[in-house]
């Protein structure tokens, strides 16, 4: 069984930035496929950005492009989120996902883990 805990979320400005972290347990974090996740006030939860296995690969979707990146330190078993150019819209709870598969297209059709998730509040 793999915890996945979230931690950087916070109330911030339009314009501003944040760095989310995903801090994973278990031996197997380097052979999974991550990926972050969100869910806005009365909306579903929908893919944000995923990146492979060996961080070669990474996927965004089209509403944070430009804004936002996702990296991967293996090492620390862990994953990142920095999202820059911060916008009212991106106001949700930020959620960690991991595939066993290390496949990002996997991950999305549905992760195996899910995290707790962090909120992330931005303001105009």
């Known amino acids: 069984q793999v915890q996945l805990v979230e931690s950087g979320g916070g109330m911030v400005q339009a314009g501003d930035s944040l760095r989310l972290s995903c801090a994973a347990s278990g031996r197997t974090f380097s052979t999974y496929a991550m990926g972050w996740f969100r869910q806005g006030p009365g909306k579903q939860r929908d893919f944000v950005a995923a990146i492979n296995w060996s961080g070669e690969v990474t996927f965004y979707d089209d509403s944070v492009k430009g804004r936002f990146t996702v990296s991967r330190d293996n090492a620390k078993s862990s994953t990142y989120l920095q999202m820059n150019s911060l916008k009212p819209e991106d106001t949700a709870d930020y959620y960690c996902?991991?595939?066993?598969?290390?496949?990002?297209?996997?991950?999305?059709?549905?992760?195996?883990?899910w995290g707790q998730g962090t909120e992330v509040t931005v303001s105009s």
């Open positions: 996902a991991a595939h066993r598969s290390g496949d990002i297209m996997l991950l999305l059709r549905g992760p195996d883990y």
